[in-house]
């Protein structure tokens, strides 16, 4: 049964949010002002200070309640989503696919854009049914019994669509999402009538398959700044392999889960070490908070080892493309991960292969005007052709 729900956080809940903010145990920080060692302590107290004295919560979930949410039980476990019917004359339904440390709320402005072109100088006729559900253990959907990997999200996703009347459907993802979004187009492609991704992932191909020639002269640029090591390595390790004794700290103090999701919004994203140039503070302690309020830091991060995140998706068999239904990629300079156009082709029905000058890793929150209007072109040709 599907159910409509509000987000509705205990006074209580936000009083005791704010003593543990008041009550932190600063830690020593010795030649730290470059944010070399990690985040930068005068940037924290100053986004601390802020979360206990000055952000508004019930502003933000007023702004959640707007949008209409609801949840279903797929299997063993409940799924949150946002469901935004597209204002035009034949939307097409589409599912947006979030990773960590995002939550449903990124796709805020590009599922509006989505569902209501029209409002945003579009053409209604591009108008989605636009399904926006948090992962498995993500802030408000429930963690089934076994963590679940990339396979079995994009499973409950088909349950998920054909539960509201979708037999077929687009899909988009970033980061974790990306992989879902692909295993989708790989093993449901009966179901998708299209992928988009902004981090490219193709079934079966691993990174040590790349062969930096293949790069355009723009893209090998991106593909040899993107740094995965230094940017992405640590983070990625304790969370395949130590995620529980992260949690313990993490699920203990609110100031050091901020400090680990901060970090990723400012290293992922594109804005010159400046994160508030595409995360105000009111984003990101929305964000933050989401995961806080909802104790769902640990859940969340068992989607890692769950997925086996650094082997990529293996393939299901070894003949045909390993996403045989249409596919498009938004190239983003600051994304984590980079493929060569000729790789992807060669292993995808590559129909759109869009390279952006700006842009990072949280593509849908950061330009969701030149993700929208790239979902739009891609699929433009398709509902044509129908």
């Known amino acids: 049964m599907i159910e409509p729900i509000r987000v509705e956080i205990a006074d209580e809940a936000i009083a005791a949010l704010k003593a543990r903010l008041a009550a ?5 920080e010795p030649g730290n002002d470059d944010w070399s060692f990690g985040v930068n302590g005068t940037y924290l107290r100053e986004l601390a200070d802020y979360w206990q004295n000055g952000f508004d919560w019930r502003a933000q979930e007023a702004r959640i309640n707007a949008l209409p949410q609801f949840r279903m039980m797929v299997d063993d476990a409940s799924v949150h989503f946002i469901h935004l019917k597209g204002k035009g ?12 440390p995002w939550t449903f ?22 108008a989605f049914d636009v399904v926006v559900p948090s992962l498995p253990g993500f802030i408000f959907s429930g963690m089934p019994d076994e963590p679940p990997g990339y396979a ?21 993802g970033g980061d974790a999402g990306a992989y879902v979004a692909a295993q989708l187009g790989h093993a449901h492609s009966r179901a998708i009538l299209g992928v988009h991704m902004n981090l490219p992932v193709v079934p079966g191909v691993g990174h040590d398959q790349i062969d930096p020639d293949e790069f355009s002269p723009a893209e090998r640029a991106m593909y040899e700044a993107q740094d995965f090591a230094g940017r992405h390595l640590t983070h990625l390790m304790v969370h395949i392999h130590e995620p529980q004794t992260l949690a313990w700290a993490m699920h203990d103090s609110p100031i050091g889960q901020a400090a680990w999701m901060l970090h990723r919004r400012r290293a992922w994203s594109d804005c ?9 503070k009111d984003e990101l302690l929305t964000h933050f908070s989401l995961y806080w309020y909802s104790n ?3 859940t969340a991060l068992r989607t890692y080892s769950a997925s086996v995140f650094h082997l990529g998706i293996p393939r299901l068999n070894e003949s045909g493309l390993a996403i045989p239904v249409p596919t498009a990629v938004a190239v983003l300079p600051r994304e984590i991960i980079h493929l060569p156009r000729p790789l992807v082709e060669r292993n995808t029905d590559l129909r759109q292969w869009s390279v952006f000058d700006r842009g990072g890793h949280f593509a849908g929150a950061e330009e969701p005007d030149l993700i929208a209007a790239d979902i739009r072109s891609f699929v433009r040709p398709l509902r044509a052709a129908e």
């Not at 994009?154 to 459907?169: I, N, P, S, T």
């Open 272 to 280: 010159g070490g400046e994160v508030e140039r595409r995360f105000s």
């Open 24 to 28: 932190t145990r600063w830690a020593p």
């Open 89 to 100: 004359p034949r939307p097409k339904p589409i599912i947006l696919n979030h990773g960590w």
């Open 152 to 172: 079995q999200i994009a499973r409950r996703w088909v349950q998920l669509m054909k539960a509201l009347g979708y037999d077929r459907f687009f899909a988009h």
């Open 296 to 298: 769902s830091f640990a």
């Open 105 to 126: 709320w990124d796709f805020r402005e590009l599922a509006c854009r989505l569902a209501d072109p029209g409002a945003y100088g579009g053409d209604p006729a591009d």
